[in-house]
């Protein structure tokens, strides 16, 4: 069982930074794909971001590309999202993610609780 807690979301100016956090119980988080998705108001969940791995190998979402980075930090089972140049349209709920296996579909085993991320113009 792996459970994951999402915490840094909050209000930001367009162009601004957050950095989201991501903390996960569990003897064997290193062994595990951490990803994160996001969904805003009415549409569907979106793959953001993945680290996978012992290698970290990263996957990005098309529309984060180049703006967000994913990282992991193994001893202290954590993994973040430092997300730059935010614009409006990547407000939405940003959801932590744990699963043995990659995908961009949201069918990861574990999730967190979400964490708002609200980006004005």
């Known amino acids: 069982q792996v459970q994951l807690v999402e915490s840094g979301g909050g209000l930001v100016q367009a162009g601004g930074s957050l950095r989201l956090s991501c903390a996960a119980s569990?003897?064997?988080?290193?062994?595990?794909?951490m990803g994160w998705f996001r969904q805003a108001p009415g549409k569907e969940r979106e793959f953001v971001a993945a680290?996978?791995?012992?290698?970290?190998?990263?996957r990005l979402g098309d529309s984060v590309k180049e703006r967000f980075t994913i990282s992991r930090d193994n001893a202290n089972n954590t993994v973040y999202l430092q997300m730059n140049s935010l614009k409006p349209e990547d407000t939405a709920v940003y959801y932590c993610?744990?699963?043995?296996?990659?995908?961009?579909?949201?069918?990861?085993?574990?999730w967190g609780q979400g964490t708002q991320v609200t980006v004005s113009s």
């Open positions: 993610a744990a699963d043995p296996s990659f995908s961009r579909r949201p069918d990861y085993a574990y």
């Open positions: 569990g003897r064997t988080f290193s062994t595990y794909v």
């Open positions: 680290i996978i791995g012992s290698y970290n190998i990263v």
